[in-house]
């Protein structure tokens, strides 16, 4: 969604870095448009519309618990992103 791309590109998506600020207004946004509007947003998957919801709310409550300012976007999982620089 960050970075309005259509088709996936694991580079694309693995380059995308989201700050706190940037996930909240995530969360701010999604949480104002009904189910058949957040299936339009270029970049989300139609199938994922209804849990974006959630996922956005958890990182954004994760952030500001430790403190972290900004995240790095992973494809491959919790594991690997954790490690990532």
């Not at 299936?39 to 990182?59: E, F, Q, S, W």
Request: charged fraction near 30%.
């Amino acid at each position: 969604m960050e970075a309005e791309i259509d088709d996936y590109d694991r580079n694309k998506i693995e380059a995308t870095q989201l700050s706190l600020e940037r996930i909240q207004w995530h969360t701010k946004h999604l949480w104002s448009l009904p189910l058949e509007e957040r299936k339009k947003i270029t970049g989300l998957p139609k199938n994922r519309a209804d849990v974006i919801l959630i996922g956005a709310l958890i990182y954004e409550a994760v952030m500001e618990q430790f403190g972290f300012r900004q995240l790095r976007v992973s494809t491959r999982g919790l594991r690997l992103a954790a490690v990532m620089e």
